[in-house]
């Protein structure tokens, strides 16, 4: 049932993403706001599905997005293993973690992506890249990574149980 | 005898002041002399009713307060509502006026067919330039097809769904417009970036390019009709040490800004990948 709340969820986000988050951007870097909700989730201590809802972030991203479907999925993959890493050992500090990972899943992303535009004949000047996309997208999302942690952090409440939480 | 005589006289005295005062109406005198008696009683009655007034007015305010505060709230429900609908009109009016315009474009051209379709999304990801449409293969939409609008080249189609389609921009990292320099008659090759500027490259460093020179499709390559407007030269780079110069072009469209586009869907795009030779080993 918790899985099942993760495709609506997904769907809104992805039409967010598309006609609101696109729009918004510094220089050339928008933020993505499907990773963040990744992100957020994986580092929520109770949860036990974070995959799934990867995938369903994943399968909706790929759906919106020209970039290759592994482009998409194995950033996510990445991320999620090192929040579920790291949220065993350093819990207590989630909010610094939720920034930590967002900086992190950012570039990742990015690294991946411009891999796969390059496997693709498609080769991106990296400073270039760098300056005007990869800066400005971890501002943005390091920007929009805390609302969206405390949001996650109260559905992840309501999905699981209250007292779990303080 | 004098008693009754004043007594039989009083009624002739009475009568003939009467009469006098019936004369005295008739004739017109009776009214200033009328209106200089009742002008005290006049004011004074004025200065009631005004005193009046107030007062009641006074008792009677908090009950028009509150009416009065019912019909602002239903006439602001009603500003609100027509507010509403003055953005909707505008909005279509808007819309009607792009359609418009991409509609005198088709019947420019009438030797093409064209889907209208508005578009719905963007695509996300920051280092590629795509857009979504409302329309897809329902409608005939087919891998490569062109896509326009009245002020020049979008893009061409990158992916179908039934009801959607995907474009990829001329402005993309990886796409390549073979293009002609409207003045100068000269083919060159229009390249996408990653921050969404277009580079025309491979001209000849003998050709005089100039700002604002218009620039074309040529049609070679087989991806585009030719003689569709992309945009005019803004910036020329000619180093003398390069086999070509390149200039930065502005595109015709506002990719920014862009609702409505048309996909040519009588235009076939060639495959030229079979025929391009491939080294032996």
């Known amino acids: 049932m918790r899985i099942l709340i993760g495709i609506p969820l997904f769907a809104l986000l992805a039409m967010l993403q598309t006609t609101v988050f696109s729009r918004i951007s510094i220089i050339h870097g928008t933020s993505d706001i499907i990773m963040l909700f990744i992100v957020a989730w994986s580092l929520q201590e109770k949860v036990t599905d974070p995959w799934w809802w990867a995938g369903i972030g994943a399968l909706f991203s790929s759906m919106i997005t020209a970039i290759p479907v592994i482009a998409v999925a194995l950033p996510y993959a990445i991320i999620l293993m090192i929040a579920l890493i790291i949220r065993r050992r350093i819990w207590q500090t989630p909010i610094l973690m939720m920034i930590a990972m967002t900086i992190v899943a950012t570039l990742l992303q990015h690294i991946i992506c411009l891999i796969a535009l390059a496997i693709g004949g498609t080769f991106l000047p990296i400073d270039v890249v760098q300056s005007q996309i990869t800066l400005p997208s971890t501002l943005l999302n390091v920007f929009l990574s805390l609302p969206v942690y405390l949001v996650v952090r109260d559905l992840a409440k309501l999905m699981y149980q209250q007292e779990d939480y303080p | ?281």
Do not use: C
């Not at chain 2, 070679?220 to 020329?236: A, F, H, M, R």
């Not at chain 2, 030229?272 to 080993?281: E, G, I």
């Open chain 2, 1 to 281: 005898m004098n008693r009754s005589n004043t007594r039989n006289i009083q009624p002739i005295i009475i009568g003939i002041v009467v009469i006098g005062v019936i004369a005295l109406a008739l004739s017109g005198y009776l009214g200033t002399l009328f209106g200089a008696a009742t002008s005290p009683f006049v004011d004074i009655q004025s200065w009631f009713f005004a005193r009046y007034q107030i007062i009641y007015e006074f008792l009677t305010v908090p009950r028009d307060v509150a009416s009065l505060r019912s019909r602002n709230a239903q006439l602001e429900e009603e500003v609100a509502s027509l507010q509403t609908q003055v953005i909707d009109l505008q909005q279509q009016l808007t819309d009607t006026d792009v359609l418009y315009a991409l509609l005198d474009f088709a019947r420019a051209r009438p030797e093409n067919v064209y889907v209208a379709a508005s578009v719905i999304a963007i695509d996300p990801n920051p280092f590629l330039q795509y857009i979504i449409i409302d329309r897809g293969s329902d409608e005939g939409l087919r891998h490569g097809m062109p896509v326009v609008t009245q002020l020049g080249l979008v893009g061409r189609v990158d992916a179908v769904t039934a009801n959607a389609a995907r474009i990829q921009l001329i402005t993309d990292a990886s796409s390549t417009v073979n293009a002609r320099l409207k003045n100068a008659g000269v083919d060159a090759i229009l390249s996408g970036s990653v921050t969404g500027d277009l580079e025309l490259s491979m001209v000849d460093q003998d050709i005089g390019l100039e700002i604002g020179e218009i620039v074309l499709t040529s049609g070679l390559g087989g991806n585009y009709p030719q003689d569709v407007v992309i945009g005019q030269v803004v910036t020329i780079r000619k180093l003398e040490n390069e086999l070509f110069q390149t200039a930065t072009i502005q595109p015709a469209v506002d990719f920014t800004k862009i609702k409505a586009v048309l996909v040519i869907t009588n235009f076939n795009p060639v495959d030229f990948s079979p025929l391009v030779p491939t080294p032996r080993p």
